[in-house]
């Protein structure tokens, strides 16, 4: 059993900063690439961040230069820190871990997400 738990979220202002973080706890026994996606209200889920085990990053074009991502493989955790948040920055922001458990299943897990409201 693989559980993602994102925590973070919240209501902040336009130009303020969050920090989001996602835990990978359970049968893991190695993790691949982890990302952050995110869905808007009436908006299809995109695609925010993704990086490597390794520490290869991509970023989608919108929050290039706002958003950092990054990881602590020991922990099995993966940050996405907002900076300059804009109002179309608001949605339910999700994890997303490609993982081989104990037992040899590879797949790609989702936490249930947090949610990211910034006001004018």
């Known amino acids: 059993q693989v559980q993602l738990v994102a925590s973070g979220g919240g209501l902040v202002q336009a130009g303020g900063s969050l920090r989001l973080s996602c835990v990978a706890s359970g049968s893991i026994r190695s993790i691949n690439t982890m990302g952050w996606y995110r869905q808007a209200p009436g908006k299809q889920r995109e695609l925010v961040a993704t990086i490597t085990s390794g520490g290869s990053t991509n970023y989608a074009d919108s929050v290039k230069g706002r958003f950092t991502i990054s990881r602590d493989n020991a922990k099995n955790t993966v940050y996405l820190q907002m900076n300059s948040l804009k109002l179309e920055d608001t949605a339910v922001y999700y994890c997303?871990?490609?993982?081989?458990?104990?037992?040899?299943?590879?797949?790609?897990?989702w936490g249930k997400g947090t949610l990211v409201t910034v006001s004018s």
């Open positions: 997303n871990a490609h993982i081989l458990t104990t037992t040899g299943y590879a797949t790609a897990y």
